[in-house]
């Protein structure tokens, strides 16, 4: 409870606007069921995403509790019921067969007059271990933090971690009857989040969960999903950021370039603040588990910056980010919330707040001699793409000078592939969500002498609605074979790049005017070539 921004901050707004905020209307959205209530003049359907989720009004952050059951994807998240603000936090619910065209549910779990629901996870219990189902119809259980109010009969604001259970697929949950399931009070007041996924090896439930403030993710391992058993803590020898807190850990097995024989694990930290672009951002360790305590290859030593952490993104808006229980063929599939704590409250679109970033497929490749996460859009992402309409440029080759492509690929929903070689230039790239004047877009670049890949939103639409949206967003990346591959994916109101298929991730939020959709390539200072250039309109 040490950083003001935290959302465990944030009071809830006046009443008047508790009301407007309720009353509000909603926009279209390819991605959720229409609403009943009509447009309000504040309202900003130019940044409602396309590809992304954006629950139809209202607050959202988290994902989770992500399960793929029955063919279904469940996305549940941090929502709240009544506000376009953080505050009163429920369980929202959306579904979807492919993880890109998603369905809106009813809310899963209220926020009541005892306790908010914050983050967890959900599993499917098919043994049906915790007798909460049947053996023909087991349930769905799903662990998540009870923040406890006057009155709960228990502490204020003390955080614990509780069951509750599903017999209908995910549609409506039952609160355990026996709830908290696990408390660390009074030792903590700041542990949460519990992540469950099933270790096959030891043939039991796992569990990590953060003591927040104190930075450990703490361990434990269950039969039945309802008595717990502590494993052990993870921790740094030297927290090289005292003052933040640890958030939404995630522990999982990846075979390491695809060998199965080679299984190692990853254990995903999310921090706030403290990112590798400010604010909130999402950290990874890669190393061993041995069934009770996860062993890190390698800790950057005392006194690192953030840069000798790895990071799943290099982006601004990219948090709480975990991996899909039960998902198809073992595939490790994340879903990130698309923000930053620094300013995620102060986002300008209405009447909803908060997106999801594309779901992505995780993998672990030796890259430089290290293990490293590649992250690229899921499957259903590529496919969406292949088969919208697209064109081909075989190469553009630019000499200090900026290109605008034709007008028949101008958009503000678009997937652009291409490759850069930056040659003797010292900066090269796109500029997309352009202006017509070419006063504003949003640039993505390669500075050849600091070799660096970079995005820059400086001046790419609204920026000034938080002093603490940033700027430009960096990260070190030399070239192989003098070239570089982006697959560069727009919507609405967002920029995600993917370089080198995945080895480095750049998502940033962006509020650009409705018509500013000019997509351009320039080089500066020199000559850069680029080549197989693929714009297409998923949709
Ligand atoms: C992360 C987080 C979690 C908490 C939830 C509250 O963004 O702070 O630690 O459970 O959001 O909404």
Not at 258 to 286: C, E, H, L, T
Not at 297 to 311: C, E, I, T
Not at 441 to 461: E, N
Request: some cysteine.
């Amino acid at each position: 409870m040490h950083d003001p921004q935290h959302p465990l901050f944030f009071r809830s707004r006046p009443l008047s606007s508790w009301l407007f905020a309720a009353l509000a209307a909603t926009a279209t959205a390819c991605v959720s069921p229409s609403s009943s209530l009509a447009a309000s003049e504040t309202d900003t359907p130019q940044w409602r995403s396309v590809l992304h989720y954006t629950p139809q009004r209202n607050w959202m952050n988290d994902p989770n509790g992500l399960v793929y059951y029955k063919g279904l994807y469940h996305l549940f998240y941090q929502y709240n019921p009544h506000g376009n603000f953080w505050g009163d936090m429920s369980w929202g619910h959306a579904t979807s067969p492919d993880l890109i065209h998603w369905n809106e549910q009813a809310v899963a779990m209220h926020a009541n007059s005892t306790e908010e629901v914050f983050s967890g996870s959900v599993v499917a219990d098919t043994r049906n271990a915790s007798g909460l189902g049947t053996a023909k119809a087991p349930p769905l259980v799903a662990l998540y933090t009870s923040v406890y109010k006057t009155g709960s009969g228990h502490e204020a604001g003390v955080q614990a971690q509780s069951l509750a259970y599903s017999t209908d697929d995910g549609k409506t949950w039952q609160q355990y009857a026996r709830n908290p399931v696990l408390t660390l009070n009074p030792e903590s007041r700041q542990f949460r989040d519990p992540k469950v996924s099933w270790y096959a090896q030891g043939g039991y439930w796992l569990m990590t969960a953060v003591v927040a403030d104190a930075h450990v993710v703490k361990l434990y391992r269950s039969d039945n999903l309802i008595d717990w058993t502590f494993l052990s803590d993870f921790t740094l020898p030297d927290v090289p950021h005292h003052g933040a807190l640890w958030e939404m850990p995630d522990l999982f097995a990846l075979p390491l370039d695809g060998d199965p024989a080679r299984q190692k694990w990853v254990m995903i930290v999310n921090v706030n603040p403290w990112s590798i672009a400010g604010g909130s951002g999402a950290m990874y360790f890669v190393g061993q588990f041995d069934g009770t305590r996860f062993m890190p290859d390698d800790v950057a030593p005392a006194g690192s910056d953030p840069a000798q952490y790895q990071w799943l993104d290099h982006g601004a808006d990219y948090y709480a980010a975990g991996t899909f229980s039960n998902a198809p063929a073992g595939k490790a599939l994340t879903i990130g919330w698309m923000s930053n704590w620094d300013y995620a409250n102060h986002v300008p679109t209405s009447p909803w707040k908060g997106a999801m970033a594309l779901p992505r497929e995780l993998a672990l490749k030796t890259i430089d001699g290290e293990p490293r996460l590649t992250s690229v859009p899921v499957q259903s992402c590529a496919a969406l793409v292949r088969q919208s309409a697209r064109t081909y440029i075989h190469k553009i080759d630019l000499s200090s000078a900026t290109r605008e492509l034709a007008s028949s690929v101008h958009g503000a929903v678009r997937n652009i592939d291409l490759t850069i070689r930056p040659g003797t230039a010292q900066r090269a790239g796109l500029i997309v969500r352009g202006s017509a004047t070419g006063n504003t877009g949003t640039r993505i670049f390669y500075d050849a002498r600091r070799q660096t890949l970079i995005v820059d939103r400086s001046r790419s639409g609204n920026t000034w609605f938080s002093g603490a949206f940033s700027r430009e967003h960096i990260v070190n990346l030399p070239l192989h074979g003098g070239k570089l591959h982006l697959q560069v994916v727009i919507d609405q109101n967002s920029v995600e790049v993917f370089a080198d298929d995945g080895r480095t991730v750049m998502t940033d939020l962006i509020f650009p005017s409705f018509d500013d959709n000019r997509i351009r390539l320039f080089a500066d200072g020199g000559d850069a070539t680029f080549n197989d250039i693929v714009l297409s309109e998923p949709s």
